[in-house]
């Protein structure tokens, strides 16, 4: 991978480097998959499974947070193509990521199933095989 795509989504994965330090001075785990640290387990698990924000992974720059290790593995095609959007908006990535749900909000429909940037995960999540990441 580029140093340059690591370097522009670098102010979005400081936000998930946050998070992670939090998910592991809470008891949770970190490791290191294809390029993205991932974490589990600690606040962001307790924060994950509340609404409104129930999810089981998110992901911030090179950094997804999730519930546990069997979520990261379920969701994995799902948040790397979270990953890419990242390196592609750089820091302006969550901003429109959050003016995506208002939008589609505005317009009548769903913050979250309507936003783009998840109907674009999904779209790449269903074409992928759930392990094709890990190999």
């Excluded at 580029?2 to 949770?28: D, E, F, I, K």
């Excluded at 129930?54 to 999730?66: F, K, M, Q, W, Y």
């Excluded at 990261?72 to 908006?89: F, I, N, P, T």
Aim: aromatic letters at 8%.
């Amino acid at each position: 991978m580029s140093w340059w795509r690591y370097l522009w989504a670098a102010p979005t994965t400081a936000v998930g480097l946050l998070v992670a330090l939090l998910t592991v001075a809470t008891g949770g785990r970190a490791r290191r998959v294809r390029g993205v640290l991932e974490c589990w387990g600690g606040a962001p698990r307790h924060l994950l499974t509340r609404r409104p924000f129930r999810a089981s992974a998110i992901t911030l720059g090179h950094v997804i947070a999730g519930e546990s290790p069997a979520a990261l593995d379920r969701c994995r095609a799902h948040e790397h193509v979270h990953v890419r959007q990242a390196e592609r908006w750089g820091p302006l990535f969550i901003p429109a990521y959050l003016a995506a749900g208002l939008w589609a909000r505005l317009r009548g429909r769903h913050h979250y199933r309507d936003n783009p940037f998840e109907v674009e995960a999904r779209k790449h999540e269903a074409q992928s095989p759930p392990d094709a990441l890990d190999r």
